[in-house]
Nanobody, 119 residues
Framework: QVDLVESGGGLVQPGGSLRLSCVGS???????TGWYRQSPGGPRELLAV???????TYADSVKGRFTVSRDLAKNTVYLQMNDLKPGDTAVYYC??????????????WGQGTQVTVSS
């Protein structure tokens, strides 16, 4: 079992950027890890996944604006978010486990970090 802690959320103006961090208590960098978000009243949406080998996959809604990366030494996975829009406002979560669990939202969750995009 790996515990996850997200950070880096906050209030940002439209067009701004944020970098979220997901730190694991164990080597999550050696597992697939995904980033999700959930808006009030909505389902959790899978945004990006980084695989064990380092390949990345993105949802169409964030492709070209968000980048997932990792630091093996720090057991940390990042989500760089650029050109943020009000529609990106949500609680952002990371999820880790095997590939099937991550893409289905069945892995280990962190507590989430709030991102608010507003002028």
């Amino acid at each position: 079992q790996v515990d996850l802690v997200e950070s880096g959320g906050g209030l940002v103006q439209p067009g701004g950027s944020l970098r979220l961090s997901c730190v694991g208590s164990g080597p999550i960098s050696a597992r697939p890890t995904g980033w999700y978000r959930q808006s009030p009243g909505g389902p959790r949406e899978l945004l990006a996944v980084i695989a064990i080998a380092g390949s990345t996959t993105y949802a169409d809604s964030v492709k070209g604006r968000f980048t997932v990366s990792r630091d093996l030494a720090k057991n940390t996975v990042y989500l760089q978010m650029n050109d943020l829009k009000p529609g990106d406002t949500a609680v952002y979560y990371c999820n880790t486990g095997n590939w099937g669990d991550v893409v289905a939202g069945g892995g280990t969750w962190g507590q989430g970090t709030q991102v608010t995009v507003s002028s």
